[in-house]
């Protein structure tokens, strides 16, 4: 394997992984005969040792892998962990690569030849599988991911060049994203590509942006170890729509660099979170303008921070950004912190904590509690925004809503389902809605309470158990309607049999349900038939 035949799409990039074709062939072989994979690394380590991984603590797991010569372990002791292994056990973990060429793409650092010698890892190389709406990628067996090493494998905090792997962000957009067949796909922000990696599974092309160019050469050997070339995934240096001004594409996906951080000489920034803009202008800046490179009918789905000021609802501030925007608009907040905590977070993730740099932390501490005070920062939210450009005329789209408990995913086919719902419904007067004949979607339960003795519920409560999982309080009669949507009965005829049975006039229940099932429709807890 030859460095050379990649090196010049990197140039001038230090400290990066270059994979050729052949040397990624030969590393993904390795990897997947050695059992590399996620379900490999949690049956090695046992769910002890795996969890306090995933939480950061690497005890358990060098304790676990400690004396274990499987390939695997050596994988994860290396690649994880960050310790130093003999040259004989990477050269038995990566027979088709070697030692020199791990070396040559600069994934490892050797101290020399001979069979005890030490090697270190010099990237963190780990297995990667989360389901998104087409379930497992990577044919079922994930992918592999190379980013920067950690704190965790390296003791030292967070070069501010530092490409981050995957995290918990990444995650959640990934699952949150709709996954329909599309023609081009940009991934604004690629970092080390995983969201790339995802689009690649249902779009003909993928476009990965990004303003760092180390992280772009991560992005390019991920795309390389997943078999994705040139044709497939097109990678460009830029800052946010710049490299794809006056190009249109059918979904844009973009965990962007959201995080507030105080402009200011003695607070370090870090590219992969920090987009440069005061407060949350870079949020607003995207959900603004994505509209431009959107097609008609093309999404846009973002994980952002926004500031919510003194005095305003957190929905005010970003209303204002997606009315500005044109397009359609659906923001879920999953978090809402106050300034204590988000300046906590961000410290912590930049690698200063009390105990390592008490002066330091201190000092960032009051740096980052006086900029969100500037601005009259009571909290900073976070969430999911899905945008569309509308494909003709009709009523937009606009919710906000808070979503802080438990969901269930992947979320992409919920949010792919409201949107087509939001669709059929603008289609549908109240007359043509009454014609069809609706179905409870089967993750829907009843839950009626009573007093003791009581003949009728005083509360009559659906719960989704999927999705967003919500909770909806109904009448009775609503109720009764719902249940009796098992797309048999059309809705008209429903509502009519609760009028004779209540023995009141058709137009009065169908003034009760009909709005309502209409919401119940929006939320996913009534589905229209699959032909509507």
């Known amino acids: 394997m030859t460095a050379g035949a990649a090196a010049a799409d990197v140039p001038d990039v ?6 050729d074709d052949a040397g990624a062939a030969a590393l993904r072989a390795d990897l ?46 290396s690649f994880l962990l960050g310790e130093a292994v003999p040259v004989a056990a990477v050269a038995a973990a990566l027979p088709r690569l070697g030692v020199a060429g791990a070396a040559a793409a600069g994934l490892v650092g050797a101290a020399g030849a001979a069979p005890d010698d030490g090697v270190r890892a010099r990237v963190d190389l780990r297995p990667y599988a989360v389901e998104d709406g087409l379930g497992e990628g990577g044919d079922g067996a994930g992918w592999w991911v190379l980013s920067d090493l950690g704190e965790l494998a390296t003791g030292r905090a967070l070069r501010t060049d530092h490409v981050l792997g995957v995290g918990g962000a990444s995650a959640l957009l ?58 497939r995934l097109e990678l460009r240096h830029g800052s946010l729509l710049e490299p794809v001004a006056g190009e249109r594409f059918d979904l844009v996906v ?88 988000y300046a906590e977070m961000w410290i912590r993730d930049g690698g200063t904590t009390p105990e390592g740099d008490r002066a330091g932390w ?16 009571e909290a900073v939210g976070f969430g999911i925004v899905t945008l569309r ?45 009454a014609d069809l004949a609706l179905v409870v979607a089967p993750d829907v339960t009843e839950e009626r309470y009573l007093r003791p003795g009581a003949a009728d519920p005083e509360v009559v409560l659906l719960r989704q158990g999927g999705g967003l999982g919500r909770t909806v309080q109904v009448g009775t009669v609503l109720a009764g309607a719902v249940g009796a949507c098992d797309g048999e009965l059309t809705l008209g005829q429903i509502v009519g049999a609760l ?3 209540l023995e009141v006039g058709a137009a009065e229940v169908a003034a009760e349900v009909l709005p309502r099932a209409r919401d119940l429709v929006r939320d996913g807890l009534l589905l229209l038939p699959a032909s509507t």
């Open 14 to 19: 230090p400290d990066v992984p270059v994979l």
């Open 32 to 77: 997947a005969d050695a059992g590399y994979t996620v379900d490999g690394v949690e049956e090695l380590l046992g769910p002890v040792a795996a969890s306090a991984l995933h939480r950061g603590e690497a005890v358990p797991a060098l304790r676990a892998t400690d004396g274990r010569d499987e390939p695997v372990a050596t994988l994860v002791r």
């Open 389 to 433: 450009r509308p494909a003709g005329p009709g009523p937009r789209l606009r919710r906000l809503e808070e979503v802080t408990g438990t969901v269930r995913q992947p979320l992409g086919p919920v949010l792919g389902a409201v949107l087509h719902a939001h669709d059929a419904l603008a289609a549908l007067d109240d007359a043509a809605l």
């Open 254 to 341: 973009s965990n962007p660099p959201f995080v507030i951080t105080p402009r200011r000489a003695d607070v370090p920034t870090y590219e992969y979170r920090d987009g440069g803009r005061a407060g949350d202008a870079l949020v607003q800046e995207l959900v603004e303008g994505l509209g431009a490179v959107l097609e008609p009918g093309g999404v846009a789905q973002l994980l952002g921070n926004w500031e919510v000021h003194r005095g305003q609802e957190w929905h005010e501030r970003v209303g204002a950004w997606v009315d500005a925007s044109g397009l359609d608009g659906w923001v879920v907040q999953r978090d809402l912190l106050d300034p204590a905590q």
């Open 362 to 377: 201190r000092a960032r501490y009051g740096a980052w509690l006086d900029d969100l005070a500037a601005r009259d920062v």
């Open 174 to 231: 990934a699952q949150a994203t709709v996954r329909e067949p599309r023609r081009r796909v940009l991934d604004l922000g690629t970092g080390c590509g995983v969201q790339a990696l995802h689009a690649a599974r249902h779009a003909e092309h993928v476009v990965g942006t990004d303003v760092s160019r180390r992280a772009l050469a991560f992005a390019r050997a991920t795309a390389a170890l997943a078999g994705l070339g040139p044709d």
């Open 499 to 501: 009028a004779a049975l």
